[in-house]
């Protein structure tokens, strides 16, 4: 069966900081992976997506994310956050979407 | 495009009775997905659709509840004789499957709270 972790589950951290979310997964086939954003009182947006092809991908809000085959791992990374990127952000597998528990971060000015 | 829309937004009901959460995907999406969502926790998937055909269901969607998409649109989540346990948040989703990577699109959710 598939399953996702997350590493952290809340990360507090300063404007500026660079930001990294972990993110392993556990599934056999061909692997789609996703990580989803959820700002304060709104709904889910999709923040990056890999399916194929270069296996670092960038996303919106400058987001990127790496895809390590050999570490199981979809690691979600932001050089230099701001306050704007206080959000819970999940990790997500596959078609039929198997999420992590998702990493509460919390941006202090 | 308006995006995924779900309504109520906010349900609150006694143990025992039913309620149903309607869920319109975007239009030209053939495929629509429910999730359960509790706290601290990442959406569960529930069950979905492809046009109207319900092709798969969780474990987690007991035989109190159901889902229709009667004509491939817009779908109904029904939950009967409600308990405790049921209070979530209710979220849809939904995809064009014929998209080189399929990606879906959520819903803002229906929270439920069953007294």
């Known amino acids: 069966a598939q399953s996702v972790s997350q590493h952290n589950h809340h990360v507090i951290l300063s404007e500026a900081a660079s930001l990294e979310l972990g993110c392993n997964y556990s599934?056999?086939?061909?692997?789609?992976l996703f990580w989803y954003v959820q700002y304060p009182g709104q709904h889910l947006q999709l923040l990056l997506k890999?399916?194929?092809?270069?296996?670092l991908v960038k996303g919106i809000k400058g987001f990127e994310a790496e895809f390590i085959k050999s570490k199981f791992s979809f690691n979600l990374r932001k050089p230099s956050v701001q306050w704007s990127d206080t959000a819970e952000y999940f990790c997500?597998?596959?078609?039929?979407?198997?999420f992590g528990a998702g990493t509460q971060v919390v941006v202090t000015p | 495009d308006t995006g995924v829309s779900q309504d109520p937004r906010h349900k609150i009901t006694k143990r025992g009775q039913n309620v149903t959460f309607r869920c319109d995907p975007i239009?030209?999406?053939?495929?629509l997905y429910w999730y359960r969502q509790t706290l601290g926790q990442g959406p569960e998937f529930l069950t979905y659709?492809?046009?109207?055909?319900?092709?798969?269901k969780s474990r987690l969607l007991s035989d109190r509840f159901s889902a229709e998409r009667p004509k491939g649109s817009f779908s109904t989540l029904e939950i009967q004789r409600t308990e405790q346990g049921d209070s979530a948040m209710y979220l849809c989703?939904?995809?064009?499957?014929?998209?080189?990577?399929?990606?879906?699109?959520f819903g803002p959710g229906t929270r439920l709270l069953v007294l």
């Open positions: 989703a939904s995809s064009y499957s014929g998209q080189a990577g399929e990606t879906q699109y």
């Open positions: 599934y056999g086939g061909t692997v789609n």
């Open positions: 890999y399916f194929s092809g270069d296996p």
């Open positions: 997500a597998v596959r078609g039929k979407l198997q």
């Open positions: 239009s030209e999406h053939n495929r």
């Open positions: 659709f492809q046009n109207e055909a319900q092709l798969e």
